[in-house]
T-cell receptor, first 116, second 111 residues
Framework: GAVVSQHPSRVICKSGTSVKIECRSLDFQATTMFWYRQFPKQSLMLMATSNEGSKATYEQGVEKDKFLINHASLTLSTLTVTSAHPEDSSFYIC????????????FGSGTQLSVL | DQQVKQNSPSLSVQEGRISILNCDYTNSMFDYFLWYKKYPAEGPTFLISISSIKDKNEDGRFTVFLNKSAKHLSLHIVPSQPGDSAVYFCAASATGNQFYFGTGTSLTVIP
């Protein structure tokens, strides 16, 4: 069964609205979660590292004010795409390492965001 | 800059034959490599890994080979089964740092 649950799987929204994506670790605690974005025919690109109880660490070129990350508990991290625009349309996916073993990441099922 | 490359976007193999998926990387600091398998509408799942101190790691039908001098790794699946049809991603990291993913290879195993 899935060990990382991600919702929603698909969202269509109007330009200018905000979208929240949730990532939950099931049956284990995740002090760290990772958020990735994948454009068609491109690789998964790490956007940010979500740390429970502290600020997220963003990769170069990722706007922290646009992609708000909250990791308020050991089982939940959220990514909010604020004031979404069509260029934000992408596949977003989260992952978490079990037992802190970074080499073994368990992924959510992803969220396909389409901004009209 | 794509540090991990999978130059074959797709591969078709007959059931029972060997599937060979290739991955190249550019960063000589990478010392840990993984292969993930992804079915449609699901997240990637961990398949097999190898550290740079080894040149081969085997797990059942799956074997990963690492050629550090060529900065190349490959995943061998033998015998291939229809259930192996999926997208396979390779990923690499330098210890303690982020993982860099390839663009994936879509494997189709023909019954």
């Amino acid at each position: 069964g899935a060990v990382v649950s991600q919702h929603p799987s698909r969202v269509i929204c109007k330009s200018g609205t905000s979208v929240k994506i949730e990532c939950r670790s099931l049956d284990f605690q995740a002090t760290t979660m990772f958020w990735y974005r994948q454009f068609p025919k491109q690789s998964l690109m790490l956007m940010a590292t979500s740390n429970e109880g502290s600020k997220a660490t963003y990769e170069q070129g990722v706007e922290k004010d646009k992609f708000l990350i909250n990791h308020a508990s050991l089982t939940l991290s959220t990514l909010t795409v604020t004031s979404a625009h069509p260029e934000d349309s992408s596949f977003y996916i989260c992952s978490a390492p079990i037992g802190g073993v970074l080499e073994k990441l368990f992924f959510g099922s992803g969220t396909q965001l389409s901004v009209l | 800059d794509q540090q991990v490359k999978q130059n074959s976007p797709s591969l078709s193999v007959q059931e029972g034959r060997i599937s060979i998926l290739n991955c190249d990387y550019t960063n000589s600091m990478f010392d840990y490599f993984l292969w993930y398998k992804k079915y449609p509408a699901e997240g990637p799942t961990f398949l097999i890994s190898i550290s740079s101190i080894k040149d081969k790691n085997e797990d059942g039908r799956f074997t990963v080979f690492l050629n550090k001098s060529a900065k190349h790794l490959s995943l061998h699946i033998v015998p291939s089964q229809p259930g192996d049809s999926a997208v396979y991603f390779c990923a690499a990291s330098a210890t303690g740092n982020q993982f860099y993913f390839g663009t994936g290879t879509s494997l189709t195993v023909i019954p």
